[in-house]
């Protein structure tokens, strides 16, 4: 990976005027950044920049004044949206904001419509464009622009650097400035972190033992206090191995999983994967019904995830096949977060997941086997501990100088094509300043020079999915997001024709 491209800030964003200063507060005290989110900060490069984008429409349409007036009531009660980061030797500090001016991140867009465009066409290249404009770092990392009129309704893109949150407590900040929304805690002004008191704490245990929450030991198939104790006592070696069976086959299976991801080959090649030129695309598609996914998964006895994964799979090799790249017998690699937090815990922010890879059957083209071959590859996962390993990699990864983390970081990026996440939003659709939030979505970053973000994003009874890609390695991506309606209904319709009783998927 190259430097940070800081340069590139977007001269916009500073008003001619005089920031708005509001009444003076107490300012909270600095925090020193945790070494997961100061690694997110520092793997902007020159192709990838570590921003979430998300995407809001919305019926009526807003005035921005309504906006900026329900981002001062709510989103600024997170503490995080009023600070700047600054960086040092021993990493970053998140500061308030002393200037702070709603007016550099609740910004009015005029959208250019060129001829021929469709209002979505339209979004999508703005959408594209702002993915490639790096946040001001002198300023909070995050900003929302605001189209007052388009396709008879409005539209938020929201910007926020990974450094801030992942995608789990981005969705729940989201959701606590909707109508109706739980407010988020009282901002208060934080005691001195251990790391400003002159404490040094164990990365290990700091990493991967206290994030092992009950939630993350189901989630993984585990069970029981021996899980944690293992993970405990290879975080001290001097400490003798002792205790019961399951904690020895605990402690194999981390070793195991470490020699995997070590001994990991790179992944297939493809015209999906390759140098970058950071010229960013995006697309959405339809909604599918949840409802209906949920029947395939029934009926082909597996997940609602094994379908839509399935899915991908069908749409990225048929894409391929279409450029003349043969996808027959190949299969590539997601990395895929898997959340390592409680779900109520979601509004403190911050980084709290791990990664795994995903294999995904391009070159599978039958559709019953495709989505057996998926459901296999989730079950090799299964019981796994690569969610902590790559969780303690990008705890490690923070604490070294940047041409270090890079190269430790770049080990992912050249394992895999994509990165993909699925993220459940709200069953039943949400207002927001007293309109619908008819549709959301949002697009992952892409780590060193991985080309390709899939998300998938369930809402109000449908289920959708984006993609962000590069230009020079998918220049349409719409062509791959065209192709998802079309593999559902297949998998649909011979799902429809199979007799009852069996797992046609086995």
């Not at 995830?305 to 997601?334: M, S, T």
């Amino acid at each position: 990976m190259t430097a940070p491209t800081e340069a590139r800030a977007v001269p916009a964003l500073e008003p001619e005027h005089e920031p708005a200063r509001e009444p003076a507060t107490a300012l909270a005290a600095p925090q020193r950044m945790s070494r997961v989110d100061t690694a997110w900060l520092r793997m902007d490069n020159d192709v990838n920049l570590m921003m979430i984008v998300g995407i809001w429409l919305l019926r009526p349409g807003l005035p921005v004044a309504a906006v900026k007036q329900r981002v001062q009531d709510k989103l600024l009660q997170y503490g995080r949206f009023r600070e700047r980061v600054v960086e040092d030797a021993l990493g970053a500090r998140w500061v308030e904001d002393d200037a702070f001016d709603i007016d550099r991140h609740v910004i009015p867009v005029q959208l250019e419509r060129r001829d021929g465009e469709t209002p979505q066409t339209s979004l999508q290249r703005l959408v594209g464009t702002l993915a490639t404009e790096p946040l001001d770092r002198r300023r909070p990392l995050w900003q929302f622009h605001f189209i007052e009129d388009h396709d008879g309704g409005s539209a938020l893109v929201a910007r926020i650097h990974h450094c801030i949150a992942d995608g789990i407590a981005l969705i729940s900040v989201m959701l606590s400035i909707t109508d109706g929304g739980q407010d988020p805690p009282r901002r208060r002004k934080r005691p001195p972190s251990r790391a400003e008191e002159g404490e040094v704490p164990d990365w290990l245990s700091d990493s991967v033992v206290r994030p092992f929450t009950e939630l993350t030991t189901r989630a993984l198939g585990l069970y029981g206090r021996g899980v944690s104790r293992s993970m405990e006592l290879l975080s001290k070696p001097q400490t003798p191995l002792l205790g019961s069976l399951d904690m020895a086959r605990a402690g194999s299976q981390v070793l195991r999983d470490m020699a995997a991801l070590a001994l990991m080959p790179d992944d297939s090649p493809t015209k999906l994967k390759g140098r970058p030129v950071g010229r960013k695309r995006v697309a959405w598609g339809r909604p599918l019904p949840v409802d209906q996914v949920k029947a395939v998964g029934r009926a082909l006895g597996c997940s609602i995830n094994d379908v839509l994964l399935a899915c991908v799979a069908g749409a990225i090799g048929d894409h391929l096949r279409d450029r003349g790249d043969d996808p027959a017998g190949k299969e590539i690699r997601a990395m895929v977060p898997v959340n390592l937090r409680p779900l109520d815990k979601a509004w403190q922010l911050g980084n709290r997941f791990g990664l795994v890879p995903l294999v995904l059957p391009i070159g599978v083209a039958n559709p019953i086997a495709r989505v057996g071959a998926v459901r296999a590859r989730m079950a090799e996962l299964k019981g796994s501990f690569q969610p902590l390993l790559a969780f303690a990699v990008l705890s490690v990864a923070g604490l070294l100088v940047k041409p270090a983390q890079d190269a430790l970081l770049d080990l992912f990026a050249r394992k895999a094509t994509a990165v993909m996440t699925n993220v459940p939003g709200p069953r039943e659709r949400l207002r927001f300043c007293g309109s619908t939030l008819e549709e959301t979505m949002f697009w992952v970053p892409q780590s060193g020079h991985i080309g390709l973000g899939v998300s998938i994003l369930s809402y109000g009874g449908g289920v959708q999915f984006g993609l962000i890609t590069d230009e020079r390695l998918c220049p349409d991506p719409q062509a791959i997001i065209d192709r998802f309606e079309p593999e559902f209904e297949q998998l649909l319709y011979l799902t429809l024709m199979l007799p009852w009783g069996g797992d046609a998927a086995a």
